[in-house]
């Protein structure tokens, strides 16, 4: 129980200081996420030629939005894993590993929309690294939902 509750705190830290950032610096996060959706860095040298060009996204209103709803489910994240975090204090294992499911799997849901999102702009051709991030965050939030149901 308690490598269950020490996984539960380090990822409710963890999507407290992603919210926070996403807030505080909210215009540096939607211009890194316009980055993406618009798709430039297929356009520096030597540049990629490839349909999936067609699908760019330049207005920033969208990376707004975007970046709205990120930290909005981050923030639910972070809530659900404190939560849970409070009820492994008070001793209550089986409340405290349901919300953690329960943010855990908001984790893995967040991570899908990440690479499926780069999926649909062709992160994976200039920005592998940020794709295998997500991965390694989607295996991680699943190894943990696994975690919890111990």
């Not at 294992?93 to 893995?108: D, H, M, R, V």
């Not at 899908?112 to 940020?130: A, N």
């Amino acid at each position: 129980m308690a490598s269950q509750a020490m996984v539960v705190f380090g990822f409710a830290v963890w999507a407290s200081i992603a919210v926070v950032n996403n807030i505080h610096d909210f215009k540096g996060s939607a211009y890194a996420v316009g980055g993406t959706m618009g798709m430039g860095l297929l356009d520096e040298h030597p540049s990629v030629s490839t349909p999936l060009k067609r699908r760019r996204l330049s207005n920033p209103l969208w990376s707004r939005l975007a970046v709205a709803l990120i930290a909005g489910l981050q923030l639910v994240i972070a809530v659900l894993l404190w939560a849970s975090g409070a009820w492994f204090l008070v001793a209550e294992p089986e409340i405290a590993k349901a919300l953690a499911t329960l943010g855990f799997a908001g984790l893995a849901g967040l991570c899908f929309m990440f690479l499926l999102g780069g999926m649909w702009f062709g992160y994976w051709i200039r920005q592998d690294v940020l794709q295998l991030t997500h991965i390694g965050l989607l295996a991680t939030s699943l190894a943990a939902i696994v975690m919890m149901q111990l």
